[in-house]
T-cell receptor, first 113, second 114 residues
Framework: DTAVSQTPKYLVTQMGNDKSIKCEQN?????MYWYKQDSKKFLKIMFSYNNKELIINETVPNRFSPKSPDKAHLNLHINSLELGDSAVYFC????????????FGQGTRLTVV | GQQVMQIPQYQHVQEGEDFTTYCNSSTTLSNIQWYKQRPGGHPVFLIQ?????EVKKQKRLTFQFGEAKKNSSLHITATQTTDVGTYFC??????????????FGQGTELSVKP
């Protein structure tokens, strides 16, 4: 049983298209995140949800729209994809208080051509 | 805002040599976490340090948390090819008592030459 699962693992698409990435966790966590990892490996937080409520939006373009239908799911929809959106996107989850570790999904490698 | 800086960005070592990565926060941390990401993989939690001056060991890995709880280090003794990957430190920032976020350092990418 995978604790945090993301789909798809790879996504190749053309500029201007709209795409979605899905994430599900079966750990009973109340907090979920989307991180973007660029080619230099930097993990930049994009969004954070706590109990389905958006609590952090890190100045991400509004072409990116997260959605959390319930505590176990956090999806990411991207409109009008641009070349600069190419990266690996990681979903992660943890229990909301400070002294807990994060569990990451396998990542979605998005390539915009 | 809160920042977590990590150095060096890259480290190339010969197998058997030691390796250290350093992490510094602009603010005092309640705890610091370390993660390892293998090439092509995802970050995996290694350890968490909570107390000022804390030192923890995992086999050849030694983790330290500074007295002021603003810096930390990870030291690997006698590196092996299985140690290859990117090592991240991360500090939590609580937001309105609602989970908050983990702020990651830039990571140190370790390569080990056999």
């Amino acid at each position: 049983d995978t604790a945090v699962s993301q789909t798809p693992k790879y996504l190749v698409t053309q500029m201007g298209n709209d795409k979605s990435i899905k994430c599900e966790q079966n750990l009973g966590h109340d907090t979920m995140y989307w991180y973007k990892q660029d080619s230099k490996k930097f993990l930049k937080i994009m969004f954070s949800y706590n109990n389905k409520e958006l609590i952090i939006n890190e100045t991400v373009p509004n072409r990116f729209s997260p959605k959390s239908p319930d505590k176990a799911h956090l999806n990411l929809h991207i409109n009008s994809l641009e070349l600069g959106d190419s990266a690996v996107y990681f979903c992660a989850s943890r229990l909301g208080h400070q002294n807990t570790e994060a569990f990451f999904g396998q990542g979605t490698r998005l390539t915009v051509v | 805002g809160q920042q977590v800086m990590q150095i060096p960005q890259y480290q190339h070592v010969q197998e058997g040599e030691d390796f250290t990565t350093y992490c510094n926060s602009s603010t005092t941390l309640s705890n610091i976490q370390w993660y390892k990401q293998r090439p092509g993989g995802h970050p995996v939690f290694l350890i968490q340090l909570v107390k000022s001056g804390e030192v923890k060991k995992q086999k050849r890995l030694t983790f330290q948390f500074g007295e002021a709880k603003k810096n930390s280090s990870l030291h690997i003794t006698a590196t092996q090819t299985t140690d290859v990957g990117t090592y991240f430190c991360a500090g939590p920032l609580l937001i309105y008592n609602q989970g908050g976020k983990l702020i990651f350092g830039q990571g140190t990418e370790l390569s080990v030459k056999p």
